[in-house]
């Protein structure tokens, strides 16, 4: 993976994460722990997207849109997970 590649990966992952939490009304887990959520978010919403056959342009604005909607999913997981114990 070149460098550009890998700041672009960590950017929408730090950019999802960030809009996530802010959807989900959560208290943010940092610069990292968005990052981690963003990046896993982007590959839980590319693989909801395409189950659901939803359509993103393949350029950045697609890139943060199928993250953030994964993000939101994953944060909205985690809190039902919590809203358990």
Request: cysteine-free.
């Amino acid at each position: 993976m070149e460098l550009q590649n890998l700041i672009s990966f960590l950017l929408v992952g730090a950019i999802a994460g960030w809009i996530g939490g802010q959807i989900m009304k959560g208290s943010g887990f940092g610069l990292i722990g968005n990052i981690v959520v963003g990046i896993v978010g982007s590959v839980l919403g590319g693989w909801l997207f395409d189950f659901l056959q939803i359509e993103t342009p393949n350029n950045f604005m697609g890139a943060i849109v199928t993250a953030v909607g994964g993000a939101i999913v994953l944060l909205w997981v985690a809190k039902m997970m919590n809203a358990k114990k």
